[in-house]
Every structure is written in structure tokens, then in C-alpha cells.
């Protein structure tokens, strides 16, 4: 939900800022600026539209003078994406500019008050009565004003300011928005994700909420609220750089649907040791799991479809029961919550606002929170008690793949780790095991086994809608497979429970209606089949996810994906990824912006 980032050092701002914003613009891409600080000026420049149009306007930044900069990609939320409404926003006076991703609850009546003080609104924008605040209280000391002005503030924001008072510096804030702090060699700077980042340092600092940055060329100087320094640890990014390149992928979609087997074994591996499953990062003992009477699991989207896919398996294996909960449903239904629930988080970004509300709402009734996300450092990951990371690498594609499969993978691995907890596998592990390591292995098999997804691709691209059903897992499944559909496809896909066909659904079959039947658990494969015959007499066009050698459902469908036999308790992880792989090559033929859909950001850091 938009991307900042700043700079400030001896070289030239603008095309460092430029190419920040090109690495975070996967977080919003409706439109874009910069702020240059030269000598004692600030330079706005602002454009509709993508990264590209701001690279034109500016000669690639060398229209731009300056060293000091802050820049930000805009996801619309207050006000048309114009240029009147995109960051950054200046001070009437024209001291200060900031940038701004999150979003300011209560600025009606802050921009009412700012109004009638004299103040003059440019924009829609919830962000500019920021940007006034700070002129109001500035009296010659940047710290205070900034603190003065948040403190006004109710909502969520990371922030970068910069002021011709003081130049060379740059100011950096969060509250509950994702910000990071990348410090170099005679340059710092900050942004919403370390992507912007690795190409010029790999040493970063998380910034917390409520945490104030001041930064020059040669420091980095940290404060609070209260104005006292606050002394941070340096952290080291790992990853490979070209993890977030394209890789020589026409997409990033494409590229993180095939690093999925290597994902996924990052995620599996180190956690098998000597015949068991291992979180060396929880705290969850045996006498803690016999008390917890319930787990709650709750996430937005894709993560609320791996949790979907994890309660089947947690309940199976470690027979404690399991609900799975919209975070922003959750927050508001007075939830019957308390110390004897296990709340389960899932979040790529660990910036999802609702899942965040979710998550305070149900610590403060009591829950235990354990957390799954890939991001570290992020909000969820701070606020839970114990927190698992996805280790998936970064992922840039707007529609998430290896994300999602990687959050599956661990509450696979939560339910086996619980289960053997209370004693509840026995006999069970060494085969569930076994499966497990075997995973990364089926996935690329998955991938292999499909060529044919680009030619059906081409056949069903121009479908007005789309039908997904399933049942059980192969119904978590579902859901997943039209999400991705709906999100990079703009075509209409819903996916149903295949039982409930009969309640209503069956009523919007007709001739060459494409119904797409995931049918991989055997325990249940003949009702599935009965579906795709009910379908089938009414004129449905049936694509069925299967496996190879399944006859009767070979017999029954039009068209078919496969996937390898793998044991059904843990055989979503596989079964997504010729779903994925449809949604991508469908997207294509019909000329989809992939990696970037519209109207979609990564991380919804705003309700």
C-alpha cells in the first residue's frame, strides 16, 4: 500500500530514489514523485501513472540536482491518482515535503482545524495534513515538530521529511507501517522493504512503532516520543540480490511460481532433525498445547486460504479443533476468545492492517499468538509471542505464489510438531515425515508434468466466468486457484464447496461453462466425480486437477492438469501450483499487466 524511500549521501538522489521506487512499485503504481533537496530548495517532481513516466520527466533523475531526496509509488486511497494527489506533498511555505504510505484516520478534522488557521490544501490526500502540521509546530527543531505532529495523528504511517532548514538530512517515522533504515558508507537511506535497498547496503535497521530516524550522510540517530536516543541493532541481509530480479522470467509471477520447490525446501528442511519436526523459535511446550481448547486461525486472501488448508491438517493430525477467520471479520465479532486459544497469524508482509487489528484484539482477551509470515522485523512478527518465518526469499509479483505455498508448508509442519507434542502420531511420523521431505521434490513435478497449461490457456482466456470446486482440502484449493484467477485474469472466478452445488450454484451452469474440478483426495474422489457428471449433463466444459493414472475422472472431464500422487494430508501444497500456472498463462493471452494487476497492491497496510 505504497512505497517510500530516501536518500541522502555525496552522489546524486535522484537516480537512487528513482531506482527504489522501481523495486517497491510492485506496492502501488497509479502514480509517483520525488523530492530533491538542493542547497536550501526543494524540488517536487510528480507524474500519473508508472515509474517510467517520472523517469522520462526527469532524464532519469539528471534533470533532478540535488543529494538528499525522499520518493514514493501511490496506491490510491484518499482522492484520484492525479498529480495533485501524489506524494510528496509540500508545506505552503515550501520548507518541508514529506511522503507518506499508510493512511490518517481522523485528518477531516485535522485538515477542518488546518484550514481555518490558514492553511491551503493542494489535494484530496489524507497525507498533506502532515506535511502542515509539521510547518505549524516547527520552531527550529525538526525532532520536536515531528513529534508534535504525530502525536496529532491517528492511523498508520511510515513517513519520510525532509526541510530546507536542514539540509543533508533526512527524517524517517512509523507507526504501524512497514520502515526500514539501510545504512552504507558516506550515504543512509530508508524504505518501505529492503528491496529497494540491497542494491547499495546490505546492512539494515528495523525501525518499530513509534520509532523517529534522523539521518546524513555519515549517521543514523534514532529517537522516540519522548525525544530520548535509542540505540538499534544492525542486521545483515542474507539473500541473494538477484533473488529479486526477473531473473531472465518475463515476470516475477512466473519466476516465484519455479522457485517454489527450492522455497519450500528452505522452509521444510532445516525444521526435520533426527526423525522430527524442530521449530527451534518456539516456546510452546506440551503442557501449553493440553491447554489450549481451540486454535484460531486468521489472515486476509491468500493467507486465509493457507490457513483454510492448514485446519484440515492440523485438526487430522493433532485433533485439536481448528477455525479459520477473515482478520477483518474477526476484529469486529466480539470473538469468544480467551487464555485457552492458540491464535495463529498469517501474513506475507506482516504489515496487513486488519490483521494486525485481529491480532491485538485477541491478545488483549488472552490468546497466545503465534505468528507466520515471511518479512522479519514486521509488525505481526514483533506483536506475537512466538513468530515463524516462511523463509521464502523476496517476492515481488503482486499475486503471490511462493508465499502462499510456504505459509501451507508450515502449518503442515506446526500440525506434525503439535501432534507429536501430545503424542498423537506414533506410527504415523516416519511415513508423514517422509512426505514432507518429499514435497519440494513433487512440486517441481507439478510444474514439469504441465506443459500443456499455455494451449488450454487458449481456450478458455475469453471465458466470461469461471467455476472452481472442490471438497475438503481440494476445496481450500479451489478457493486459492479462482482468487489467483480473479486477481491477475480480471475474469469472474468463484470457487464453490462441490457439495453445495445443489443449493443454488447449479443454477448458473450452461453450455461451455468451464468449471474447473480439483479432485486429488481419493477418501472423496467419487463425490467429486458425481459433481462432474452433474455439471456435465447441464453443458459444463470440465477441466479437472488430478493425478496421471486416475481413470474415472480422466473418463468423466474435457480437459485435464496433473499433478504426482502424494499423500492427501498434505497434498495442497502441490495441487495450487497447476492452478497458479493456468491463472498466470490465462492473464497472458488476455495482455494483463501480471506482476502488477490493477487496483491491487502487495501489502494492504490500510483497512
Known sequence: MCG???????????????????KLEYRGYDSAGIAVMDQAQIEVVKVTGRIANLCEKTKDGEAVPGTCGIGHTRWATHGAPTEENAHPHLSNDGRFAVVHNGIIENYIALREELIKDGYHFE????????????EMYYEGD????????????RGSYALGVICTEEPGKIYAVREASPLILGVGVGENFFASDVTALVNYTRNVIYLEDGEFAELTEESVRIFDVLGKTIDKKVTR???????AEKGGYEHFMLKEIMEQPGAVKATIAPRIRDGKVFFEEL?????????VRKIVITACGSAYYAGCSGKYVIEKLARIPVEVELASELRYSDPLIDEHTLLIVISQSGETADTIAAMKECKARGARTLAIVNVVGSTVATLADDTVYTWAGPEIAVATTKGFTTQVAVLYLLAMHFADKLGRLQEKEAHLLKV????????????????QIPELAKKYHSSKSLFFIGRNTDYAIALEGALKMKEISYLHAESYAAGELKHGTIALIEDHQPVIAVCCNPSIM???????VEVKSRGAEVLALTFRNNQKIL??????LFIPEVDPVFSAVVEIIPLQLLAYYVAKENGCDIDKPKNLAKSVTVE
Open 555 to 560: 473418463s468423466a472431464a474435457d480437459d485435464f
Open 237 to 243: 541481509i542474507l539473500w541473494d540480490v538477484q533473488a
Open 4 to 22: 517510500i524511500v530516501g536518500f541522502t549521501g555525496k552522489q546524486s538522489a535522484a537516480p537512487i530514489l528513482l531506482d527504489g521506487l522501481k
Open 526 to 532: 467419487e463425490k467429486t466425480l458425481s459433481n462432474i
Open 283 to 291: 516456546n510452546i511446550t506440551q503442557d501449553d498445547l493440553k491447554k
Open 142 to 153: 525538526m525532532r520536536e515538530a515531528l513529534i508534535r505532529a504525530t502525536n496529532r495523528l
Open 436 to 451: 514432507l521431505e518429499s514435497l519440494p521434490r513433487k512440486i517441481q513435478q507439478a510444474i514439469d508434468m504441465n506443459a
Open 123 to 134: 489535494s484530496e490526500t489524507d497525507t498533506e495534513v502532515i506535511v502542515h502540521l509539521i
